[in-house]
């Protein structure tokens, strides 16, 4: 399967057993989260074209002609909203960025409105923040929406809400929008749209390198062959479009990096078509809670496991007991998010803590019969019970 000499999952020529896998991922994709970058959208001079608005509408309308829910995540407020002020480069200073955003964002979406209507359909914008997606309460509700709109045979387009967000802007990006999306909606496929082939074995900026067609395992040697930033009209590089999908392979689900100026590019990924690369799903598929606490709540502290504990975690399923904890890092309340690391530092489960950083200081290593004499209370045996517990990096066994 894989190149030798390169990394495991790089491979030149692809066995018919797995481009028939990927056929059936893809033929079964009955709900896709489909994003688009800012260079697809927009020509040579910086402005978006209507053009290819109208093409990615058409190739939508299809793909809901054809039974599968799709929804957009897109970019381009920014970029358009450059290009409508007459801006010579995107600005740097945030309320620049913000006054951009907001000027583009209605022309962004007089565009994709205008398009999909054309193709008899209407179009629902969902502008999030990171915090709607982080809150339970607002987390659901904003799933709610997404859900009620694909009910309605509308076409959800989703982008970050620049005009208020700070952090999102200077740091954030649509490919990891796109992955939280995805996961928000327990989508069976992840599209990304972008301005190169797919993920190349060496830097397409360069012109060498080979198009990876298939990726069966996320490993370090695939994730070091992302290099570079974004361009200037957007923030994500291929490092983000990994991490992006990252996420969602993790999850259970597939994806596909792909050029979104190739003809007929998201007709030809949902036909199954040797296009693009893409990216296998690592494990069974995640429930919507343990998805939120994978990835929308940020871990307040780490607990460093010994190896007993790390491999009952893994091979097992297990809960966390005080016992297997070696130490403590950081400061969080019970209840709170922390992540669960292998002492050589591997990130191998995220979970709710039982107890707060403190209590967790005085029982750790210790056995659960003797919580109650440290802390004068026993509220819980395990310091992180299973059911609040997700195995990072595919080895979810579902349900939970």
Not at 21 to 41: D, E, F, H, P, Y
Not at 199 to 207: F, N
Not at 223 to 239: C, D, K, N, V
Not at 347 to 366: K, Q
């Amino acid at each position: 399967m894989a190149k030798e000499g390169i990394f495991p999952s790089v491979a030149s020529v692809i066995s018919v057993a797995t481009m028939n896998m990927r056929t059936q991922l893809i033929s079964k994709a009955r709900r896709v989260v489909v994003k688009v970058g800012s260079n697809v959208l927009s020509d040579r001079t910086g402005h978006l074209s209507e053009r290819v608005i109208g093409d990615l509408a058409r190739q939508v309308a299809a793909a809901r002609g054809g039974g599968r829910e799709t929804v957009l995540v897109t970019s381009g407020a920014i970029s358009a909203g450059v290009a409508q002020l007459g801006l010579a480069s995107r600005p740097k200073l945030l309320p620049q960025l913000q006054a951009a955003a907001a000027v583009g964002q209605s022309r962004l979406m007089q565009l994709y409105a205008a398009a999909f209507r054309r193709e008899g359909l209407e179009v629902g914008q969902i502008l999030l923040t990171a915090e709607d997606l982080k809150a339970r309460t607002r987390h659901l509700n904003a799933r709610n929406t997404i859900i009620a709109l694909l009910e309605k045979g509308v076409v959800p387009i989703i982008n970050e809400n620049d005009t208020v967000s700070t952090d999102e802007i200077k740091f954030g990006d649509n490919d990891t929008l796109s992955a939280l999306v995805a996961n928000l909606v327990a989508a069976d496929l992840l599209v990304i749209l972008t301005d190169t082939r797919g993920l190349m074995t060496e830097d397409p900026r360069k012109g060498k390198g080979e198009l990876i067609r298939e990726v069966e395992r996320m490993t370090p040697g695939i994730e070091t062959l992302a290099r570079g930033a974004g361009s200037a009209r957007g923030t994500g590089g291929m490092a983000s479009k990994l991490r992006a999908v990252k996420m969602v392979v993790s999850s259970g689900e597939a994806a596909v990096i792909a050029d979104g100026r190739e003809r007929e590019i998201l007709c030809r990924i949902l036909r199954g078509e040797d296009v693009g690369t893409f990216f296998h799903p690592a494990g069974a598929k995640m429930d919507g809670r343990k998805r939120w606490i994978a990835w929308f709540v940020k871990p307040r502290g780490t607990l460093i496991v010994d190896d007993g504990a790390a491999a009952a975690l893994l091979r097992k399923g297990t809960s966390l007991l005080p016992s297997g904890i070696r130490d403590v890092l950081g400061e969080f309340r019970d209840g709170d998010t922390v992540r669960v690391t292998a002492a050589d530092g591997r990130e191998i489960a995220r979970g709710l803590s039982n107890y707060s950083a403190a209590d967790l200081r005085v029982i750790r290593g210790r056995k659960t019969g003797e919580i109650a004499g440290l802390l004068g209370h026993k509220d819980y045996d395990e310091a992180v019970h299973r059911d609040n517990l997700v195995l990072m990096g595919g080895r979810e066994t579902g349900g939970g």
